[in-house]
């Protein structure tokens, strides 16, 4: 069993900059693919960025390309979300997950259902 414990959520104001850590429990971490999800209030969970096991290839929600960078530290067991030009809308709960068995080693999944792993959330909100 995986654990994941993220961290670094907090009440900003628009367009500050806040970065997301989670870091996983285990020996196996570099072989699982990663991915940040974000649910607000009344809205379904969906993907916000994705990054490989290998190579570090990376997806990203449209509405976040371009101020979102996901990264990840295999040494560390730790995936970043590094969230800059935040917006009123991008107020929600992050949660990270852990994908152990990708379909490639060069991609990661765009669905919640892919994913085994799940941190507990951490909440991001951001005022106007």
């Known amino acids: 069993q995986v654990q994941l414990v993220e961290s670094g959520g907090g009440l900003v104001q628009a367009g500050d900059s806040l970065r997301l850590s989670c870091t996983a429990s285990?020996?196996?971490?570099?072989?699982?693919?990663m991915g940040w999800f974000r649910q607000a209030p009344g809205r379904e969970r969906e993907l916000v960025a994705g990054?490989?096991?290998?190579?570090?290839?990376?997806i990203y929600a449209d509405s976040v390309k371009g101020r979102f960078t996901i990264s990840r530290d295999n040494a560390k067991n730790t995936v970043y979300l590094q969230m800059n030009s935040l917006k009123f809308e991008d107020t929600a709960v992050y949660y990270c997950?852990?994908?152990?068995?990708?379909?490639?080693?060069?991609?990661?999944?765009?669905?919640?259902?892919?994913?085994?792993?799940w941190g507990q959330g951490t909440q991001v909100t951001v005022s106007l």
């Open positions: 285990g020996r196996t971490f570099s072989m699982y693919a």
């Open positions: 997950a852990a994908d152990r068995n990708p379909s490639t080693s060069y991609g990661s999944s765009w669905s919640s259902t892919d994913y085994d792993y």
């Open positions: 990054i490989s096991r290998a190579f570090g290839r990376t």
